[in-house]
């Protein structure tokens, strides 16, 4: 079963700043918060992933709560590209460590 | 990021037929490979692990003798569903791993007629 909870959509208008919250109270301390988003007939796209620090790259940024329960993707200036999945995942690192997938948010993005 | 790809991009065969289907990561070695399952509307579901050199690993409810999964090497994993029937319809998409961060591919389409 997935360890996250996730609204089940959500949308934004275009140019503005899209907040994906993710719920993940069960999470270990050696389990990493990983966004992965699914645009329609695409495999998923890596986005960003992070452990306790907020991290940002040149798609996201990720901001964990200091307990570590909850954590929301941010999309600074969303486009309509940004239309897809937006998948939550806790998962370790470990050579065995495994991916599973919830059922994610839609994410809208409108003109 | 890293690079994984699979071909073929979509595939239609007869019932009863197999079809194979190659994951490569292309720019890094992978000692591990996932395999992938999507059905319209739903969600990804792991079907397996693939590891190099050594058998795969199934989750549970997944056949392992009609989904034959051979790791040969660190830059390929195929992924063989035998005897197809039409409910093996499905998105496959497979995902290889450098450390720590998986990437996938952009998956493989198969219709079953």
């Known amino acids: 079963d997935a360890k996250t909870t996730q609204p089940t959509s959500m949308d934004c208008a275009e140019g503005r700043a899209a907040n994906l919250p993710c719920n993940h109270s069960?999470?270990?301390?050696?389990?990493?918060v990983y966004w992965y988003r699914q645009i329609h007939s695409q495999g998923p796209q890596y986005i960003i992933h992070g452990l306790k620090n907020n991290e940002t790259n040149e798609m996201a940024s990720l901001i964990i709560t200091e307990d570590r329960k909850s954590s929301t993707l941010i999309l600074p200036h969303a486009t309509l590209r940004d239309t897809a999945v937006y998948y939550c995942i806790v998962s370790d690192t470990g050579a065995n460590s495994k991916l599973t997938f919830g059922k994610g948010i839609t994410l809208s993005v409108r003109p | 990021g890293a690079v994984v790809s699979q071909h073929p991009s979509w595939v239609i065969c007869k019932s009863g037929t197999s079809v194979k289907i190659e994951c490569r990561s292309l720019d890094f070695q992978a000692t591990t490979m996932f395999w992938y399952r999507q059905f319209p509307k739903q969600s990804l579901m792991l079907m397996a692990t693939?590891?190099?050199?050594?058998?795969?690993?199934?989750e549970q409810g997944v056949e392992k003798d009609k989904f034959l999964i051979n790791h040969a090497s660190l830059t390929l994993s195929t992924l063989t569903v035998t005897s197809a029937h039409p409910e093996d319809s499905s998105f496959y998409i497979c995902s290889a791993r450098p450390p720590k961060t998986q990437y996938f591919g952009p998956g493989t389409r198969l219709l079953v007629l």
């Open positions: 693939s590891n190099e050199g050594s058998k795969a690993t199934y």
């Open positions: 069960t999470i270990s301390g050696n389990e990493y």
